[in-house]
C-alpha cells in the first residue's frame, strides 16, 4: 500500500520561505526519483523540482535559484525548500515518486501525494 505525508505548505506573504516534506512510507523496492509538482487554480499540473537517486536535480525555470530540493534516501522523505516566494507559487503542491513499489514490478510507476496549499500574499 502506498502512503505519503505531505507536509510544511501554508500561507506567507511575498518574499518569505517555506519548506515542504513528503515522507514515502508505503511499500518500496527501488526508487527511481522524487520530485515535487504544482498547480494552480485554472491551470494544469507541472513540474518545480526532481531529484534522481544519485542526486541529479532539475528545476522548472521559473524557480531556479530560489527553490531547492534535497532527499534522505534511507528515510524516503524528499524535501522542497522555497526562498523568495512569490505570489505566483501560489498552488497546491504534489509529491512525486517514481518507483517500484514491490519486487514483481516490471517498471517503475508514478506515485502521488495529496497535495499541500502553498499560498503567498502580495
Known amino acids: 500500500q502506498v502512503q505519503f505525508v505531505e507536509s510544511g505548505g501554508g500561507l506567507v506573504q511575498a518574499g518569505e520561505s517555506l519548506r515542504l516534506s513528503c515522507v514515502d512510507s508505503?511499500?518500496?523496492?527501488?526508487?527511481?526519483?522524487m520530485g515535487w509538482y504544482r498547480q494552480a487554480p485554472g491551470k494544469q499540473r507541472e513540474l518545480v523540482a526532481t531529484i534522481s537517486s544519485g542526486g541529479n536535480t532539475n528545476y522548472a525555470d521559473s524557480v531556479k535559484g530560489r527553490f531547492t530540493i534535497s532527499r534522505d534516501n534511507a528515510k524516503n522523505i524528499v524535501h522542497l525548500q522555497m526562498n523568495n516566494l512569490k505570489p505566483e507559487d501560489t498552488a497546491v503542491y504534489y509529491c512525486?515518486?517514481?518507483?517500484?513499489?514491490?519486487?514483481?514490478?516490471?517498471?517503475?510507476?508514478?506515485?502521488w501525494g495529496q497535495g499541500t496549499q502553498v499560498t503567498v500574499s502580495s
Open positions: 508505503g511499500s518500496t523496492f527501488s526508487i527511481d526519483a
Open positions: 512525486n515518486v517514481r518507483k517500484k513499489a514491490t519486487i514483481f514490478d516490471t517498471r517503475a510507476r508514478d506515485y
